[in-house]
């Protein structure tokens, strides 16, 4: 009886190490966990599901094998839940149900193991961005997808590349304490759905944060990010003492559960 959790896996064609470790902990790891939840990031940069189609796109042949790994998961009986993050936000209908995986909504509350739980990919909480928030709100509107969706693919990939540029530029010259969560509203999305435990990515800050919501003990534990050596995930297991722990490990040693 256990549940896994992961984010900011950041695949793409350029990271091998991170892509073949993933790929490991989905064959070893995972396997009998009773779900398992990707919050975001699953991907650098996801322009379309139509990208299944292009076989000459590098990350076409990352993804089939993601699709692969996720549905043998399902199909064993463990249920694999994806939330989109700031990079893969187009990952559509068709992907999800390749994968035998479900979307959750941007912000879910949930029970794991008996503990309820708010998720979410994390750059929602980051308010004190105001560039990326005006970014956020135009790139989850259907309309501007749609337009987005329409272009032709090549042109997708050319603008996605320039999307990360630009962002990496921005984000070089804005102060660190910007581009972390903005406290208050952790503790207004915690109140707003009455849990004292979140668990988030997006930030690269993995760590486990003692607050106070409601005059009441609570934790937000911080996915990290993956890298060529490393991966990060959450377990939580059910047992008399059920909390969730963070856990980094060695993608050529990885957790045996
Ligand atoms: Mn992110």
Same mark, same amino acid.
């Given at each position: 009886?256990?549940?896994?959790?992961?984010?900011?896996?950041?695949?793409?064609? #350029?990271?091998?190490?991170?892509?073949?470790?993933?790929?490991?902990?989905? $064959?070893?790891?995972?396997?009998?966990?009773?779900?398992?939840?990707?919050?975001?990031?699953?991907?650098?940069?996801?322009?379309? #599901?139509?990208?299944?189609? =292009?076989?000459?796109?590098?990350?076409?042949?990352?993804?089939?094998?993601?699709?692969?790994?996720?549905?043998?998961?399902?199909?064993?009986?463990?249920?694999?839940?994806?939330?989109?993050?700031?990079?893969?936000?187009?990952?559509?209908?068709?992907?999800?149900? =390749?994968?035998?995986?479900?979307?959750?909504?941007?912000?879910? $509350?949930?029970?794991?193991?008996?503990?309820?739980?708010?998720?979410?990919?994390?750059?929602?909480?980051?308010?004190?961005?105001?560039?990326?928030?005006?970014?956020?709100?135009?790139?989850?509107?259907?309309?501007?997808? =749609?337009?987005?969706?329409?272009?032709?693919?090549?042109?997708?990939?050319?603008?996605?590349?320039?999307?990360?540029?630009?962002?990496?530029?921005?984000?070089?010259?804005?102060?660190?304490?910007?581009?972390?969560?903005?406290?208050?509203?952790?503790?207004?999305?915690? $109140?707003?759905?009455?849990?004292?435990?979140?668990?988030?990515?997006?930030?690269?800050?993995?760590?486990?944060?003692?607050?106070?919501?409601? #005059?009441?003990?609570?934790?937000?534990?911080?996915?990290?990010?993956?890298?060529?050596?490393?991966?990060?995930?959450?377990?939580?297991?059910?047992?008399?003492?059920?909390?969730?722990?963070?856990?980094?490990?060695?993608?050529?040693?990885?957790?045996?559960?």
């Amino acid at each position: 009886m256990r549940t896994l959790l992961v984010a900011d896996l950041h695949l793409s064609s #350029d990271t091998p190490e991170i892509n073949q470790g993933f790929y490991r902990y989905l $064959e070893h790891t995972v396997p009998g966990a009773d779900a398992l939840y990707i919050l975001g990031d699953l991907f650098d940069a996801w322009i379309g #599901d139509d990208l299944l189609d =292009a076989n000459t796109h590098p990350l076409c042949g990352v993804a089939q094998e993601v699709i692969k790994h996720l549905r043998k998961l399902s199909s064993d009986g463990t249920a694999v839940y994806l939330m989109h993050g700031n990079r893969d936000f187009l990952l559509g209908e068709r992907f999800i149900n =390749a994968c035998q995986a479900f979307l959750l909504p941007d912000i879910e $509350e949930v029970e794991i193991q008996g503990v309820p739980i708010v998720l979410l990919h994390g750059d929602s909480l980051c308010t004190r961005d105001e560039a990326y928030m005006a970014f956020r709100q135009q790139s989850r509107n259907p309309e501007w997808q =749609a337009q987005m969706l329409a272009l032709p693919l090549e042109q997708r990939v050319a603008l996605a590349q320039s999307l990360r540029t630009q962002s990496g530029e921005a984000n070089a010259n804005k102060a660190e304490a910007i581009m972390d969560v903005t406290h208050q509203e952790v503790i207004h999305v915690m $109140e707003r759905h009455g849990v004292s435990t979140m668990i988030h990515g997006h930030t690269h800050r993995p760590h486990v944060h003692d607050l106070t919501v409601e #005059d009441v003990p609570a934790k937000r534990y911080v996915l990290g990010d993956w890298d060529a050596q490393h991966g990060w995930d959450i377990v939580i297991e059910r047992s008399d003492h059920t909390a969730p722990r963070l856990r980094q490990f060695s993608l050529t040693q990885l957790p045996d559960a």
